[in-house]
């Protein structure tokens, strides 16, 4: 892809929004794992934490990038997306409440990396998808959304706790790369033909509104159970 064109900046916005939806509860994760540090080692526990936690996205991401060009796992990885896209809609238990807090710094620094490693791989899916094998976007992109996260994660977090439809909005975004990875598959584009040109805004639109919409009724259906819970 070539720098500064449309292509360039509308892909390189979808990702730094991906960062920023998926990467919520990372920011939680480097809270917890520092709380129990002395106040002079939290800043530095932050900041080398969270900087292991980048240059190890940034290598599984282009890893990814490179594996999705192999036939089939575009699409594969395109279905896994949809799902994922889904599962930001429907509520569950934090996985990062569960974070354990360290006393020294370099056990901090540690548990933030790891942590940030498991939670992160729907972020490394999602961004390798929208980076349309492009590994240019993926370190671009980590490079704007990365501070923007440290900076104003406490904020993005409660706009998002605040206003429930950013979370659709992310979910969106989720959804919309999915659907462009499905028909970014060789396998699907040949077997297609010239109808994928027709075809794709279509599937995206429908993919978008049946993740919006069976995740919004998957939250209905859990608020009931869970005003039946109570009353009981």
Do not use: C
Request: charged content about 15%; hydrophobic content about 60%.
């Amino acid at each position: 892809m070539e720098l500064f064109t449309m292509a360039f900046w509308s892909s390189l916005i979808v990702i730094v929004g991906i960062d920023l939806f998926l990467a919520g509860d990372n920011a939680v994760v480097i809270a917890l794992a520092a709380r129990k540090l002395p106040n002079h080692q939290r800043g530095k526990a932050i900041v080398l934490g969270a900087a292991g936690a980048v240059i190890l996205r940034a290598i599984a991401t282009i890893l990814v990038v490179y594996l999705l060009m192999i036939p089939g796992l575009h699409f594969i990885g395109g279905l896994l997306l949809v799902w994922i896209a889904y599962r930001l809609l429907v509520p569950e238990e934090k996985s990062s409440k569960e974070v354990k807090a360290q006393t020294s710094l370099w056990g901090a620094v540690r548990t933030i990396v790891i942590a940030d490693a498991l939670m992160g791989l729907d972020n490394v899916l999602a961004v390798a998808g929208a980076a349309q094998n492009d590994p240019l976007l993926v370190i671009v992109g980590l490079l704007i959304s990365i501070p923007l996260l440290m900076g104003g994660s406490a904020v993005i977090l409660n706009l998002m706790d605040r206003f429930s439809w950013l979370i659709y909005v992310g979910a969106g975004i989720l959804a919309m790369t999915a659907a462009r990875m499905l028909f970014a598959e060789p396998l699907v584009k040949d077997w297609l033909g010239n109808w994928s040109v027709w075809l794709e805004w279509p599937v995206v639109a429908f993919v978008i509104a049946a993740v919006l919409g069976l995740g919004w009724m998957s939250q209905k259906r859990i608020s009931r159970q869970h005003d039946q819970n109570q009353a009981v």
